[in-house]
């Protein structure tokens, strides 16, 4: 992170990896697969909702979605605001990806993958007890790879509406 004084700071992250089966094997276990969204990874969609790619998964199935390819990166304005309640501002993007998938919008494409990056941004709220920070996040989606291509960015109007928004973590 980058302190500017003792109340303010930016901090950054970013991550990227692939696993790729080798052997007599020609898939990954599910344990080792990537998933992202949730507290610890692209705030503005529930846990394990967001991809991989472009595919959109039913909204009644069990959010279940992993792939072999993450991209992910998040920037944090965090401030000091009365005691040891601090505040944040942030930006979250990423997305994941298959390798081998017969579904539409899932494998890692060099000239596509950019088109699938997620956008999200939101604001949350931390309590510092020295030895553990408590946090709330509330994101918001800005860009949506599940959505149709010339919709996948939401536009100001929307930005608040039910289905636009994360649930608390």
């Known amino acids: 992170g980058l302190m500017i004084n003792k109340y303010n700071m930016f901090a950054f992250r970013a991550f990227g990896g692939i696993v790729i089966p080798y052997g007599n ?25 967001l991809g991989p790619g472009s595919f959109k998964a039913n909204p009644n199935d069990f959010p279940n979605q992993t792939g072999d390819i993450k991209l992910e990166a998040n920037a944090e304005y965090r401030f000091t605001m009365i005691g040891d309640f601090e505040g944040a501002f942030f930006v979250d993007m990423g997305n994941i990806w298959s390798i081998k998938d017969n579904r539409p919008g899932t494998e890692f494409k060099v000239n596509e993958f950019y088109k699938q990056i997620a956008l999200g941004t939101g604001f949350g709220l931390r309590y510092d ?41």
């Open 25 to 49: 094997s020609d898939q990954i276990p599910f344990e080792v697969k990537y998933f992202t969204g949730g507290a610890n990874g692209i705030r503005a969609w529930p846990i394990r909702t």
């Open 129 to 169: 007890f020295s030895y553990v920070i408590l946090r709330v996040d509330f994101g918001i989606r800005l860009h949506d790879p599940g959505l149709d291509p010339g919709q996948r960015w939401i536009p100001v109007s929307h930005l608040l509406t039910k289905n636009n928004r994360s649930e608390e973590r």
